[in-house]
Every structure is written in structure tokens, then in C-alpha cells.
């Protein structure tokens, strides 16, 4: 008789973390169906190859930067470049406060840079640093960030 309230207790255990993880499922499945996806390529010839991702969700957008250079470069000393501007995602326009700031990483051959990568309704850019700097065809970007992008009532 205890052997059948033992078992009979360990199955009403497992079905009750069987309906847990069905409920983390299901609220799983409803985050990625009202969440959508897209892509934007920079426009600067410097960056080709470098795209910015978007996952949305209502006002939330997470932003993550990726890709390789198609080609070489060089980065101008004091001068801004753009990767993604206001008009090529329109939901920055919503963007409030003052500019967000993340890290930006350059990694091309075994030099390794980072900049302040900032975000704002003109756009996601950054100002190359004192001296310049060189990078090769291949190098690597990345960046992660999240953004609230509302519109004003």
C-alpha cells in the first residue's frame, strides 16, 4: 500500500512538471509569434557586409550588429560613421532622452578596437577615436542593444 502512494505521488509530481514546462512552451510560442524579425544592411559603402538585426516585441527592440567587411578601410580620425540611420528604421524616430550608448567591438586580423556606439533618432553611429584606424577585408563587428522606441501620447 505505501508503494502505491509512493508511486502514486511521484506521478502526480512529474505530471505537475510536465504541465509546467507546457505552460513555459506555450508562453514561449506566443513571445515569438507576436514578435518580429528584420534585417538592415548598412548603407555605408565602408561597413558592406555589416547588418544591423531587430527583434521586436510591442515597444521593446532588442538591436544586434554582425557580419564581415567585404572589404579593407580606414577609419577617418574624428569622423562619424553611421550604421544604421534614423530613415532606415523608422521606429527610432520614436527614440527618446538622450543618446544610448553600448560598445561597439572591430575585431580585423590581431587588432582588436572598440567604440562608443551610439543610439538616437539620428541613428546607431560612432565617432572614430584620435589617430584613425585600419581594419582588412573580413574584419568582424559587433554590438547588442536594447532599446524602448514609443511613440508620444
Avoid at 3 to 29: F, G, P, R, Y
Avoid at 92 to 116: E, K
Wanted: glycine residues 10%.
Amino acid at each position: 500500500m505505501n508503494e502505491t502512494k509512493h508511486n502514486s505521488a511521484s506521478v502526480e509530481l512529474l505530471l505537475d512538471e510536465i504541465c509546467k514546462l507546457q505552460n513555459q512552451i506555450a508562453a514561449i510560442n506566443t513571445e515569438l509569434e507576436v514578435s518580429t524579425l528584420s534585417a538592415v544592411s548598412t548603407r555605408d559603402t565602408t561597413f558592406a557586409g555589416i547588418t544591423t538585426s531587430i527583434l521586436s516585441q510591442g515597444e521593446k527592440y532588442n538591436l544586434w550588429g554582425s557580419g564581415s567587411t567585404t572589404s579593407g578601410g580606414s577609419l577617418a580620425n574624428g569622423q562619424t560613421y553611421y550604421i544604421m540611420t534614423g530613415s532606415d528604421f523608422a521606429p527610432l524616430s520614436y527614440y527618446q532622452g538622450s543618446s544610448s550608448i553600448t560598445t561597439m567591438w572591430l575585431h580585423s586580423g590581431s587588432n582588436d578596437y572598440s567604440f562608443p556606439l551610439r543610439f538616437d533618432t539620428t541613428g546607431i553611429y560612432f565617432t572614430c577615436p584620435t589617430g584613425g584606424v585600419s581594419f582588412t577585408a573580413g574584419a568582424t563587428l559587433g554590438f547588442t542593444q536594447t532599446l524602448i522606441l514609443a511613440p508620444t501620447t
